[in-house]
């Protein structure tokens, strides 16, 4: 269900008819006389007993509804039944209940494959607030408890002893205008993006679901104190910029014809700015309710994704997500498609899709997170959600613009960005429906620069997500929604991906020599100085640099400080193992450390836990 465009309306005075008769010749009454009460639930009014008796002689059909704007001789403004019966001598007698507060069907609702039938329906809530809701015909099985529930959330007062002719009226309302149903946010077509409040484009279509997303995509302030106090902090400060540039992506995959998503996680120290970045990215969309944990996303994967379709999809604190469900959740997520279910017939539903830009924080890699629940992340899994270094001079950031640290200058961003939000993601998609150049080319002309240069497959994949991105804040900012200087925003996207391949062993950097030692160490001396940590009685050949033990299909080395000092020339083990958890390689460790306490067959030993990611290509 979807609640679209709020405003303010005086309703017109006469009734509004679902049984196509004539109006009564007079709706004349009090309206709003002092002393006149709506009629208590349950409660019918008879046209003797009320006072009524000028509807001329035809009068409403009984039975049929009607719902009347202001005072009427039946009561208070509403829907209404308006009914007869017999009484005990024979005589008809007709009576008027009070079914709910004011609200018409205007359509009937359906999605372009022909399913997802719904009613389109206007009411005012107890505001003043005009509202029109779109909700699935399937909420009204069950006795329609789901459906009024929304409704009263709403603000329409429902009588409780007439839900049943409330149902009722739902059901046999047959409007003669249809309305396309977009049962998901994002683009129906290339002129036409849909958010739940509102219809960015030419097309007769409402946003209809059977739960309440449009608090999702709230507004605040003006796009000018967003532009303003806001993006103009992101001047200077890479790691911001290329977030924000991120919340612009979800409506560009439709113009760059990407069928697929794009993940992009930040991770670094506890407190040191990654949330503040996640909050400016979501400010694009939305305030602070925009963000989510991946606790909740990772239990609800698919309607949280297929709620921001096409949009941003903002998660925080990795590590708050079960590290044996991570990988699903963010695999599923990536690749845009729900799972499969059967319906009570046993025939398949059509499943959720999806395609977003993700943004996530943390303060380690997704791989070291799934080691702590011994998976391993498969090659696949690491580009969908690119794990980017997110340590700069002051935190996460580089230009203070006048604060005192780091801190500050987050404090200052998290505060105006619960200010001003919201307004900057519809206006970017205005802007590129009105522009009709090739997306597409500009970004491979992108990524023919040296600075998106990938060396395989997979880092391709990643340089056209970096790539994508960096666009995306380039045409922001080209629409006069950003105010950043031309090419910054390109600029920013280039430098993470080198930060990103850098983290990942990609390049000659300290960060590869290291891992390139380390695996020809476990190659050279495998069986030499490490032995089966199952198996007591097992030797090795020469000084012991720890033991190994297989999980799952991956093989993890628990390495001595001497050993892990052995195994990599020129380097400190202080250097050594951040390099190794920057890379992604520390496959269990304790909390503020990078190391962890494991019994071995020589007793409790405090070692170095690592293993080798897939798609490791460290002899390129």
């Not at 007709?94 to 359509?107: F, G, L, R």
């Not at 290329?242 to 120290?269: C, K, N, Q, T």
């Not at 991906?497 to 476990?522: H, L, M």
């Not at 990599?568 to 460790?589: C, H, M, N, P, Q």
């Amino acid at each position: 269900m979807s609640d679209q465009t709020p405003q303010p309306i005086k309703g017109p005075s006469q009734p509004h008819r679902h049984d196509n008769t004539p109006p009564p010749s007079k709706s004349r009454g009090t309206q709003g006389t002092e002393g006149t009460t709506a009629p208590e639930c349950g409660l019918e009014r008879s046209p003797e007993l009320s006072g009524n008796g000028e509807h001329g002689e035809q009068g409403p059909r009984r039975p049929g509804y009607a719902t009347y704007h202001d005072w009427t001789d039946y009561g208070a403004p509403g829907l209404y039944l308006h009914g007869q019966r017999q009484r005990k001598d024979g005589t008809p007698e007709s009576y008027d209940t009070w079914i709910a507060s004011p609200i018409e069907v205007e359509a009937i609702t359906a999605s372009t494959a022909g399913d997802s039938f719904g009613l389109q329906l206007t009411f005012t809530d107890p505001d003043g607030n005009r509202k029109r809701v779109a909700v699935p015909m399937r909420m009204l099985s069950g006795g329609g408890d789901e459906m009024r529930a929304e409704l009263m959330d709403q603000g329409v007062r429902i009588n409780p002893d007439a839900f049943r002719p409330f149902s009722r009226w739902l059901m046999q309302a047959n409007p003669a205008r249809r309305v396309t149903a977009a049962t998901r946010t994002g683009w129906h077509g290339p002129d036409l993006f849909v958010l739940p409040r509102e219809t960015i484009g030419q097309g007769d279509v409402i946003f209809q679901s059977e739960h309440l997303a449009a608090d999702l995509f709230q507004r605040s302030g003006t796009l000018d104190g967003w532009r303003e106090q806001v993006a103009a902090l992101a001047v200077g400060n890479p790691v911001m910029m290329f977030g924000m540039s991120v919340g612009f992506l979800g409506p560009l995959f439709e113009r760059i014809a990407s069928p697929l998503g794009a993940g992009f996680h930040f991770y670094h120290d506890s407190s040191s700015g990654k949330t503040t970045v996640l909050t400016a990215g979501a400010s694009v969309w939305g305030g602070p309710e925009f963000i989510r944990t991946w606790r909740s996303t990772a239990n609800g994967a698919e309607g949280t994704a297929a709620a921001v379709n096409d949009t941003l999809l903002a998660n925080d604190e990795i590590s708050e997500a079960d590290p044996r469900e991570i990988d699903a959740a963010a695999y599923m997520i990536g690749n845009g498609t729900g799972k499969t279910r059967a319906s009570r017939s046993g025939t398949a539903r059509r499943p959720h899709r999806w395609r977003v830009a993700l943004l996530s924080t943390g303060e380690r890699t997704l791989a070291a997170h799934m080691a702590e629940g011994g998976r391993r992340q498969k090659a696949g899994q690491s580009v969908r959600l690119l794990d980017i270094p997110a340590g700069r001079a002051h935190g996460v950031f580089d230009e203070l613009h006048g604060h005192d640290g780091g801190r500050s200058l987050a404090d200052a961003i998290k505060r105006t960005a619960g200010l001003h939000y919201g307004h900057a993601g519809p206006e970017f998609v205005r802007h590129l429906i009105e522009d009709k150049r090739d997306i597409g080319g500009h970004l491979e002309d992108a990524l023919s620069s040296p600075g998106f240069a990938g060396r395989n497959g997979l880092e391709g994949r990643a340089a056209h997500a970096f790539a994508a991105a960096g666009i995306a804040g380039e045409l922001a900012t080209e629409y006069g929604l950003t105010g950043w200087p031309e090419g910054e925003a390109i600029s920013a996207a280039a430098e993470l991906f080198g930060d990103w391949a850098a983290s990942k062993g990609e390049g000659v950097t300290e960060t590869r020599q290291i891992c390139q030692q380390v695996a020809a160490f476990f190659e050279r001396f495998e069986d030499a100085r490490f032995s089966d940590l199952l198996d007591p009685h097992a030797e090795v050949k020469t000084a012991r640099a720890g033991w190994w033990r297989d999980r799952g299909d991956s093989r993890e080395y628990l390495l001595t400080a001497s050993g892990l000092t052995d195994a990599v020339e020129g380097f400190d083990l202080r250097r050594i193992t951040a390099a190794l958890d920057t890379a992604g390689w520390l496959s269990a460790k304790e909390p503020g450390k990078r190391s962890t306490n494991v019994r071995t067959p020589a007793g409790l030993r405090r070692v170095y836990a690592v293993t080798i990611p897939d798609g490791w290509e460290g002899n390129e």
